[in-house]
């Protein structure tokens, strides 16, 4: 770790030796997202889809889909480093932007809140802002810290949560273990209702007849109210809203991309959570 | 009996000059393929780049050497290949609705292909452990196809298809399965691949394409004339001496040579094995000696352009390349159905 990032900081130095500011793509909603809080928004040329939803990201070029770049489509933005995270895409298509000269950073992935420093710290030395990286790193953590906090007095009882994900076609699908929206309802201090299967499978009747959620999460982006969310879930139906049972809507970009917000985005889910 | 002479050397006179003509366009929309993309290339700067005169930039170079140029001959190759294996299996079928889908190689290569994404395995021996699992895939339905048809024996086509629509329903579960249970993760990367792409092409899968195809055009031609007989009918051809048996085992094998090969370095693609061939006919008639090598500029050109258009339509992103073959394909094919003289090439 510490090898690879003086190796980035002797490239970096390499880059301002040219006297210029880096030119910057970013993939992946993280690292765009880290990009931007390091304040290196005015030098990124490019951003992937999933980039253009952050803010001040509206108006950049879009390289596509991140699993699904394209070599030349990337060089014709003329960047001088290319940041991806894990699961950018295809391999070959990385080593072919490679061969052209270009440097590619890839920043791990991983759904962990105790991940989003190293994400930051790949990004702050490729990028030669160690100095705001780790001022990052302090706020993320402590924002870590407020939530664990906040979580610690359950005494075993957690509250059951179903996360549902919107799909195209508007069937919501269920997420299972093995999700990032597992890691986040046990981040939370939720139990998910559902981690019995892995991955997310479209929502059915039987999830129900095995456990009942105190608290349904949702995307902000689900269309309809409450109510009509609640009765168009098969298997709850009307025995839904006598339960009392309860529906969070979260900003999914900021609550699962465990980026630099999504600390705090949990904050405020897991306190609407231990609402009565 | 001589007017009849005269409309017939007229005749083949005139698909010959269409087959020229079709073999002049080929190299022609190579070359503007390789000329267009996200990165503009200059006149000046190409013909730098070709005769290696003068000096470029070295992402200019990288760009065009490495990246467009494999990329243009790959999706040629995979083009051509899917289109001959098309022909060649239209013809031994005699159904104008056969896709070399139907010998199981595209789901078995599906299969080999989302097997390896679902263990984690794309990237080992340096990316080459996933074509090559296609490859066995594809391979390995079409053993199984043969093993319940006594090795592809004259006789019963009807039971040949409808073992190979077994075949591909079967395949087809086992796929799901491994669909159902995938992550996340490999969920997308199976949907992305049975998308088709040509965008991580390489020089050195272009070479080994190149090898499959001029064994499939050699394997092919020799069996031409008796694809030829064969649309008499499988009796009739066996009394104009043609060894039924042995033109069904060659076509098939081929077939899933050359599909095998496509399928494993580019994913699924459709359309192309199907249409191409028709296209071919319509324009050229029903010979194979004057359709095969037709399809296989026709598909190699329609997938060249297909691509071109799904590295540059929405550059700097990538598109589908599966929705520009039928985008592209569809509108000429329904201009050829449409002209009055469609079916008297």
Redesign the interface.
Known sequence: MLRSATILAVLFSALVARGESPRLITAGSAVTEIAAALGLGPQIVAVDTSGKEIEGMEDKPDVGYVRMLGAEGILSRNPDLVLVSGEAGPPPVLEQIRAAGVEVVVVPNGNSLDNIDEKIRTVAAATGRSGDGEKLVAKVEADVQTLRAATADDDGKRPGVVFLLARHGGNLMAAGSDTAAHAMIEAIGGRNICADFAGYKPLSAEIFTAATPDVVIVSESVRGDDAQLLASMPGLGAAAAERGLRVIRVDDAAFLGFGPRTPSAAIGVAAALRQP | MNAAHEDDARRRGRVRRRLWLLAALFPFVLVAASAL????IGPADLWRLLTGSGETS??VR??FW???IPRVLLAALVGASLALAGAGVQGLFRNPLADPALIGVSAGAALGAVICFFFGW??LFG?WLLPIAAFIGGWGAVIVLGLFNTGFAAGGTAKLILAGVALNAMIGSVLGFFLFS????A???MT?WTLG?C??A?WPQVAVLFVFLAVGVALLWRNARSLDALQLGEEQAAHLGVSVSRVRFETIITAALLVGAATAFAGTIGFIGLVAPHMARLLLGGLHRAVLPGALLLGGMLLVLADLGA?TL?????L?VGILTAAIGGPFFLWLLRRPSAWSA
Do not use: H, K, M, N
């Open positions: 993309g996200a990165v503009t070295e992402v990288a760009v490495d990246i467009r794309q990237g990316g995938a992550s996340d993760d969920l997308r990367s992305f792409s965008a991580s390489q590295r929405a550059a700097p992103a990538e589908a």
